[in-house]
């Protein structure tokens, strides 16, 4: 399993010589975004997700909990997220609880069949589906926790062609739980798990632009700790960028609506 690390939030705190509590959105936005474009990405996937006060939306994936956080202070809605890594559900509450959004958004260790709600209003992946062998249940699944008309927005990184990237990767150490496609194939699959698309946007030159400018300490702000904080960070930071840079790997963003049954991810056997 890739995602192995504990005590990410003494870690954090000794790295910047500073309690949580006390760490700025500046620092807190290059910390707790573990997906390319940081805080920047959440705010291209935020129209197409349709949020206001009152609603629930989904994280599939959850991570560290920073565009659960963010997208709860923009929009007023409640986040619920969910991710299979308990040491970063942990962190991600302990984070919550320290932005005083505990009322308002909340963390549990879980797969996505697990979930038991069936009428979010809004559900988003970012760089989730790369360690997803069974891509049309794993969109199925997130369908059967939508309302009807509810918003899926994605943030995804694909594989152009046959060439795979060096690894290790952020989302994987050898290869063994990376499970990439691509666009072409990435896209049709979401639309037969109940989904109509809205965009699809290739956003890889974006993302590019964006790891250049955070090799620039005075641009960054504390953004290039992230890397710090995994096991073998810098190198799979490194790799991931080399990736995109030569063509092997692109950034793709949707927004999709469901229009599919209710009960397509209910099937969880």
Not at 90 to 110: K, Y
Not at 139 to 167: M, N
Request: contains cysteine; aromatic residues 8%; charged residues 20%.
């Amino acid at each position: 399993m890739t995602y192995t690390e504990t005590g990410l939030i003494t870690t954090i705190e000794q790295r910047t010589g500073t309690q949580m509590a006390a760490l700025t959105q500046s620092q807190l936005d290059g910390i707790d975004q573990f997906h390319a474009g940081g805080a920047a990405a959440v705010d291209r996937i935020l129209p197409g997700l349709k949020l206001a006060p009152g609603m629930t939306a989904l994280d599939v994936g959850s991570g560290l909990g920073g565009p659960a956080r963010q997208i709860a202070r923009s929009t007023g809605c409640a986040v619920v997220g969910v991710d299979t890594a308990r040491s970063y559900v942990d962190a991600a509450t302990a984070m919550t609880q320290a932005a005083g959004l505990a009322g308002q958004v909340s963390f549990s260790c879980a797969d996505i069949t697990e979930v038991e709600r069936g009428d979010f209003d809004a559900a988003y992946t970012m760089h989730v589906q790369m360690n997803i062998a069974d891509k049309t249940g794993f969109f199925h699944h997130i369908g059967g926790r939508l309302r009807p008309g509810a918003r899926l927005a994605t943030f995804e990184v694909c594989q152009s062609g046959r060439d795979k990237p060096e690894v290790p990767l952020p989302w994987s150490l050898d290869g063994d739980d990376s499970f990439l496609t691509t666009p072409a194939d990435l896209r049709p699959t979401i639309e037969g798990s109940g989904f109509e698309t809205i965009e699809w946007v290739d956003e890889t030159a974006w993302a590019l632009e964006w790891f250049h400018e955070l090799a620039v300490p005075s641009s960054a702000d504390g953004a290039a700790m992230l890397p710090t904080l995994l096991t073998n960070g810098p190198r799979r930071m490194a790799n991931f960028t080399r990736a995109l840079a030569d063509g092997t790997l692109t950034v793709h963003r949707g927004a999709f609506t469901f229009v599919g049954p209710r009960d397509h991810g209910r099937q969880d056997a």
